[in-house]
């Protein structure tokens, strides 16, 4: 038997259990690289002082749409990596490819696969069931395409493991304003889920819907700073079917809400201080209807060093509170009850590295990078014990990932 999560944001939306620690974190970091490292240097490369040579520097999240002309569809690429997380008993690994390409002027095309392979004998899983091995693949495909000054991207993505699927389409526009200084972007985002128990097929569904909005401007030929907002949906089984609470010492089947609405607001300002050296700072405070509420902090510097490297060094701090029914051991009858430690007060620090190299570079034609990325995070819960030893739960982690990346 193994013991699935609820399939609830605290920090970011909708994941598994596994998600938290791994899935979730693997494919967000992986995510992070392939959109920004993959521009660092071509954009370092280009302007050799601007706001866009800053958000190039620091990972090009906010390089689209800055460049004080019309928006520039994405290059096109062909990526392959091998993704690692390992820590608190769960290890998983995989493959994951991206192709992209132009057809015309100004539609781009896009195909992403992703594998998580999954070995999880986490404290939830050792302490209530038996540890468990499964494979989750996801496929993405996407379309971008640029109409006078603005980027209209549509998406739709399917995953699928064992016991839950899950299906979502999107919608982005990006708007260019006062002469390419000022980027407005919409999106929206429809899920479904279809919820599963080993032995039994589908036992329930959940539905999810994200509203996002996001201003960028353009400070001084150096500095950027953004602000963008999202707001999340959620209504159905918001619960794992595998996971039990406490109550009185003894377990009892969890009891979360059916529906939930959360928001978050992000800030973020990055500048180059020097020729070659950029650094970043970024708040995100994030709180919902179930009383949680949660602090991310992060700081950045990268350093182009030579023709050839690029590397970037990061700290994250996260801190949350717990949720209203969380409850590590329950002495009182509630309507809702969990002991899911990702509604716990807990609190996590990350401490990372980037590193791009060119291994060819031919002008005009093409260029072949190699990247990779490693990350430490340590956790510590405040209010869920770990019920082998009695004491606060507590656990690191290590992140890996290893591309290659050709630009054409």
């Known amino acids: ?183 407005l972007s919409l999106g929206f985002t429809r899920a479904e889920d279809k919820v599963g128990r080993k032995g039994e097929g589908t036992i329930d569904y959940a539905m999810h819907w994200r509203y996002r909005l996001g201003l960028t401007q353009i400070l001084s030929p150096t500095w950027l700073a953004s602000v963008n907002w999202e707001a999340v949906a959620d209504d159905g089984y918001l619960g794992s079917p595998y996971r039990v609470a406490r109550a009185f010492g003894a377990a009892v089947p969890e009891r979360n809400p059916r529906t939930r609405s959360s928001r978050a607001i992000k800030f973020r300002v990055l500048g180059e201080v020097n020729p070659g050296h950029a650094v970043r700072a970024e708040y995100r405070y994030f709180w919902d209807n179930w009383a949680i509420k949660a602090h991310t902090f992060e700081l950045g510097y990268s350093r182009q060093i030579g023709d050839l490297w690029l590397v970037d060094w990061y700290g994250r701090y996260y801190t949350q509170g717990k949720a209203l029914f969380y409850s590590d051991n329950a002495t009182a009858a509630t309507t809702y009850l969990s002991r899911n430690r990702q509604l716990a007060t807990f609190k996590s620090m990350s401490l990372g590295a980037k590193m791009t190299y060119t291994l060819k570079h031919v002008p005009g034609s093409y260029d072949l990078k190699l990247n990779a990325a490693v990350e430490r995070v340590s956790f510590k819960f405040s209010d869920f014990t770990d019920i082998r030893t009695g004491q606060a739960y507590k656990h690191d982690a290590n992140v890996v990932q290893l591309f290659l990346s050709a630009n054409f």
Do not use: W
């Open 1 to 183: 038997m193994c013991a699935k999560c609820a399939r609830v944001a605290v920090a970011r939306p909708a994941c598994k259990e596994a998600a938290v620690a791994a899935t979730d974190g693997v494919r967000i970091v992986a995510r992070a690289l392939a959109a920004g490292l993959r521009r660092v240097v071509a954009v370092l490369r280009r302007q050799p002082r601007s706001a866009v040579q800053a958000a190039g520097l620091l990972g090009g999240a906010l390089a689209s749409g800055v460049a004080g002309a019309a928006p520039n569809l994405p290059e096109d690429r062909a990526d392959a990596m091998l993704h690692v997380y390992e820590g608190g008993g769960l290890k998983a690994y995989g493959p994951a490819f991206l192709v992209r390409k132009k057809v015309g002027e100004n539609l781009s095309l896009s195909a992403n696969y992703y594998v998580d392979i999954v070995s999880n004998a986490s404290i939830d899983v050792v302490t209530t069931a038996s540890p468990y091995k499964e494979t989750r693949n996801e496929y993405i495909f996407g379309a971008d395409y640029v109409v006078r000054d603005a980027t209209i991207s549509l998406s739709t993505s399917h995953s699928k493991e064992p016991d839950y699927i899950a299906d979502a389409t999107s919608v982005d526009v990006a708007q260019e304003v006062f002469g390419g200084m000022t980027t």
